[in-house]
Each structure stands twice: as structure tokens, then as C-alpha cells.
């Protein structure tokens, strides 16, 4: 550039060619040299667009009309998808949605974090479509209609859900369900700006395997006005209804569980199934959102333990104890350790539903249990991770140093924080083998990583 000045203003129209995407899936242009950032276009369109925002380095704009359209742009199948938030790539075709995140994962290690190790081909899925077994969505008041659905794209408006076709059917009959009854009864929604009204969110988790469903009520206090009647209009709109909980959340900010659950009908947990392990998973506790997928990445993660019968497994952030029960099959011992203690007490439960006898959970956070049970000289031949996504402490790190398994095998949702990790453990003492993306949200620009490291001899 001649000068420091952007070649463009805010507010300014102007014509683009599209080069690339970044890895939130935006259209990447130059605009003379200039980088511009745009929401739904493709490479190799020709288009025009509007600046909506100017910074030092890059601007971001809005399509106005595309000239050149892409042959990898395909109809989006939600009719809501311009405003939802929800999904981000449903303009592109799915192969492409799976390049993208190849490539993604590919520049977090190799490229950023500068690890020379093989990248496999993502896993994708077959019919990329109704694979999500639970929906979250906050409810809102608009004029004198209670509204349910999800946030519009960078803003807090509700887009008031019709059909969500990446999530299973029976969760969109429930939030339906739940604004209507809520709407009759006179129920009010909560606002966040004045911190007033009853109910915040309302979250629903549909059994593949069982056909059960748990409903959340996340409301701003323990009462509920017409209780009995809500749960009646409930229970006879939702066939396979298991149990519905009010999760209490009386404070301000975007956490969405509060951390009391009171149980209104039935039983407060749903029961799951993967393989032929079951799981109890009451309502606050973690557990991955497309099974079948799920599967498969356990299944790697299984593989990179290569586990003979004799080992000590770690399996750190381990949730319900899901990875921890598939791995005690293989191993003389799993030790898992997880900050929930509601979903602590659900592993302790899930180990003995599966007569599962040789797994010991603990609860706290993994950068201090870990360092203690180290300090009270236990050790591991392989460690399980899988942090939520700001990835693991660095205390936690140096501690799997000290103790020095044969392996790590790292599960991660965030390619940036994995890199990061795999890069300090590769500076000390642990060869980077491969590394295995799955595509665990089809149409959203998240992917799933599951990497192998093992201890340089
Ligand atoms: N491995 C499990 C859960 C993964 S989700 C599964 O596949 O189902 C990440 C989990 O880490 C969540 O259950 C969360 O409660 C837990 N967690 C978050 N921070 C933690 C920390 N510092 N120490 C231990 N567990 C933590």
C-alpha cells in the first residue's frame, strides 16, 4: 500500500473477488491489498459488498449481490439460516464444509504451531442432518408474544425457531411446546436487560438410542407459577417424555445453568447408550451431542491408547465417564477426574450400571487433583484429555511431563488451544504421531481433533 490509510471507508460499496475462506468459514478478498472479511461468500465469486466495519488490518462487509457464484455454493436447506446464528456453513457444499476443516486443523499444527505430523482425512458424515441429540435455546419476549429459538448472528435478538434440521425432531416439538404452554399460561420469559421475569432457557435432550427425553426449564427462581399444569400440557405433547427439571439461574451474564435443579415430573436424568455401554446423564453434565460421530471418535481415541490389559489410564476432563468406561474395558486400571461433581457422581453410577469395577473418580479441577495424586506417587502409562475449549492448564501440562506416560492421546474442540498444548508437550519429551479430525457439527464451523503423542524413549 502507498500510504497507512485503508483504501476503503465504512459504508463504502464496493466489487470483490473472493479468494479464500478463513476458518470461520467468511469469504476472504483483497480489496488493493486490503484484507476484507465477508459472511457467506465463496471462493471464486465476483461480488459486491458493503463495509460495515474498518480496522487497522482488515475490513469486514456484508454481500449485497454476487456476479460469479461459486459451483461449491449450494441452497442453504433452513430457511431461517440467513439470521440464525446457529450454523455457519449451510452455503457450502458439504465436501467443502469437510476441506475447510481439514485445513483448519492442518494450519492450527503444521502450519502455526510448526509440527511436522500427519493430518488423516476428516471423518464426515454420511447424512450430515438431524444429528444433534440436544437443543438449548433462550426464550424472550417480543412485544406480547413469548418467543423460542436462537440467537440471531453477533447479537441477542431471538430468531423464533421453525425447524431446526440439524438438531434431532423431537427437541423442536419441545420448544414449541414449551413457548405455547408458556404463552397460554401466562408464564413470563426473562428479560436480561432488567433482569426481570421467570423464564431464561429452555434445553431438551432426545435419547438416539433409548427415544427418552429430558427436558430443562432454566428459569430466574425456584417457582413456577401453574406448575401442574405446565408439566400436564408437557408430558401429553411429548410422548417419550423421561423427566423435566427446573434448573434455578438467578444471576446476571451468559451462564446459562444455575447450579440448583429442582425436579418437577419424573426421573431428573436420561438414559443413554453408546456401543453397548449405558449412561446415566442428569441434567447438567456433558455428553456429546452427535452419537454417531461420537462413536467414531472414541473409537480413534481407543485405538491411539492401544491399550494391552496391564495399564494405569488417566482420563482427565472425563465428564459422565464415557471415555473412561470404554478405555477400563482394555486396561488394569482408569483413573478419571472431572470438575462436576454432579457429573462425577454420574460416572460413579455409570461404572457400576456396566459392572465396570477397576474405574476410581475423582472430583476437582485436573491442574490440582492431578499434581496431588502425582505427588502421592501415582503414575500413568496413558493419559486421556478432553478440555472444554480454552484447552488445558499449564500446570496440568508439566504435571503429565513429570509423570511421563507412554502416551497421550489428546480429544480436543478446538484446534487453536490443541495446537498450543501439543506444542509444549512436543517441546518436552513427546513425539506429535498423528493427528484425526472428525466433523462432529456439520454446518457449523466447529471440528473435533483427536491427536496421539508418544514419549521420545
Ligand atoms: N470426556 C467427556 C467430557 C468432555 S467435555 C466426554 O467425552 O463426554 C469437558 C469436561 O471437562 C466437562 O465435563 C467439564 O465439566 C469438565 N471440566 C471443565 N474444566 C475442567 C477442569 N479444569 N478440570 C476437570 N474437568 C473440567
Redesign the pocket.
Given at each position: 500500500m502507498a500510504n497507512n490509510h485503508p483504501p476503503l471507508v465504512k459504508g463504502e460499496t464496493i466489487e470483490l473477488a473472493i479468494e479464500s475462506l478463513n476458518h470461520e468459514g467468511e469469504g476472504v478478498g483483497r480489496f488493493r491489498g486490503f484484507t476484507v472479511f465477508v459472511p457467506n461468500a465463496l471462493p471464486m465469486e465476483k461480488i459486491t459488498v458493503k463495509v460495515i466495519s474498518l480496522h487497522k488490518n482488515y475490513a469486514r462487509a456484508l454481500l449485497q449481490s454476487i456476479a460469479t457464484v461459486s459451483p461449491q455454493r449450494v441452497i442453504p436447506v433452513c430457511e431461517q439460516y440467513e439470521q440464525c446464528g446457529g450454523c455457519q456453513l449451510q452455503h457450502i457444499a458439504y465436501a467443502v464444509q469437510l476441506q475447510l476443516k481439514q485445513k483448519t486443523v492442518e494450519a492450527a499444527l503444521q502450519r502455526i504451531a510448526g509440527l511436522s505430523m500427519p493430518v488423516l482425512p476428516i471423518l464426515g458424515m454420511e447424512h450430515p442432518w438431524h444429528y444433534r441429540n440436544k437443543a438449548q435455546v433462550p426464550i424472550g419476549q417480543q412485544k406480547n408474544r413469548i418467543v423460542a429459538g436462537f440467537y440471531e448472528k453477533r447479537s441477542h435478538n431471538i430468531v423464533e425457531l421453525k425447524c431446526c434440521h440439524i438438531q434431532r425432531q423431537a427437541n423442536d416439538a419441545v420448544i414449541h411446546t414449551v413457548r405455547n404452554i408458556l404463552q397460554t399460561l401466562g408464564i413470563t420469559a426473562y428479560q436480561e436487560k432488567e433482569h426481570q421475569g421467570l423464564v431464561r432457557h429452555v434445553l431438551a435432550r432426545t435419547s438416539f438410542a433409548t427415544g427418552e427425553t429430558l427436558v430443562v426449564i432454566v428459569a430466574n427462581g425456584t417457582a413456577l407459577p401453574k406448575q401442574e399444569l405446565f408439566c400436564n400440557a408437557l408430558r401429553e405433547a411429548i410422548p417419550n417424555l423421561c423427566g423435566i427439571v427446573q434448573n434455578v439461574n438467578t444471576r446476571r451474564g451468559n451462564t446459562i445453568l444455575g447450579k440448583e435443579d429442582i425436579t418437577l415430573w419424573g426421573r431428573p436424568w436420561l438414559r443413554e447408550k453408546l456401543e453397548d455401554l449405558e449412561f446415566h446423564v442428569s441434567p447438567r453434565?456433558?455428553?456429546?451431542v452427535n452419537p454417531s460421530q461420537?462413536s467414531r471418535l472414541?473409537q480413534k481415541a481407543l485405538e491411539y491408547a492401544a491399550l494391552s490389559g496391564q495399564e494405569t489410564v488417566f482420563?482427565?476432563?472425563?465428564?459422565?465417564g464415557?471415555?473412561s468406561l470404554f478405555l477400563a474395558r482394555s486396561a488394569a486400571k482408569v483413573i478419571g477426574?472431572?470438575?462436576?461433581a454432579a457429573?462425577v457422581e454420574d460416572a460413579r453410577k455409570n461404572a457400576s450400571i456396566n459392572n465396570i469395577s477397576n474405574a476410581t473418580f475423582y472430583v476437582?479441577?485436573?491442574?490440582t487433583?492431578v499434581p496431588s495424586l502425582y505427588k502421592k506417587g501415582f503414575r500413568a502409562d496413558v493419559v486421556v484429555v478432553?478440555?472444554?475449549r480454552k484447552g488445558c492448564?499449564q500446570v496440568?501440562l508439566e504435571t503429565i511431563i513429570k509423570m511421563s506416560p507412554q502416551r497421550v492421546v489428546y480429544?480436543s474442540c478446538n484446534p487453536a488451544t490443541l495446537a498450543r498444548d501439543i506444542k509444549f508437550l512436543a517441546e518436552n519429551g513427546f513425539n506429535p504421531v498423528e493427528a484425526q479430525p472428525v466433523d462432529m457439527f456439520p454446518h457449523t464451523n466447529h471440528v473435533e481433533t483427536v491427536v496421539l503423542m508418544s514419549r521420545v524413549k
Open positions: 453434565s456433558f455428553f456429546q461420537t472414541y482420563d482427565l476432563y472425563c465428564g459422565i464415557t471415555i477426574v472431572e470438575s462436576l457429573a476437582g479441577a485436573a491442574e487433583v478432553d478440555p472444554p492448564d496440568l480429544v
